[in-house]
Nanobody
Framework: QVRLVESGGGLVQPGGSLRLSCVAS????????MGWHRQAPGKQRELVAQ???????NYVDSVKDRFTISRDGAKNTVYLQMNRLETEDTAVYYC?????????????WGQGTQVTVSS
């Protein structure tokens, strides 16, 4: 019953910015972690950034100092502000949430949003 909907992807030139949003809805007893993963063609999916309920954040080294993850707990929404984008950032970005449902921890994924960085 949990659904994650991403938005904000698109085409941007190198050095530009995008802001991704992910809204979680459904039966959620408690939200533990929300984050963003990405997968480029021919590559494995990797963690980009995540934020815990307590506000602790983690980033993959390649995006540190360029990306910022934030959340609105009341709305079960997570954002990813991406600045100084590079061609290497091109990928499908997926929202992920670890939630408690009826006392069980489950992981849910959104459908993904395409980010393309190109001239």
């Amino acid at each position: 019953q949990v659904r994650l909907v991403e938005s904000g992807g698109g085409l941007v030139q190198p050095g530009g910015s995008l802001r991704l949003s992910c809204v979680a809805s459904g039966s959620i007893d408690s939200m533990f972690v929300m984050g963003w993963h990405r997968q480029a063609p021919g590559k494995q999916r990797e963690l980009v950034a995540q934020i815990t309920r307590g506000g602790s954040t983690n980033y993959v080294d390649s995006v540190k100092d360029r990306f910022t993850i934030s959340r609105d707990g009341a709305k079960n929404t997570v954002y990813l502000q991406m600045n100084r984008l590079e061609t290497e950032d091109t990928a499908v970005y997926y929202c992920n949430a670890r939630v408690v449902q009826s006392g069980v921890i489950n992981s849910h994924w959104g459908q993904g949003t395409q980010v393309t960085v190109s001239s």
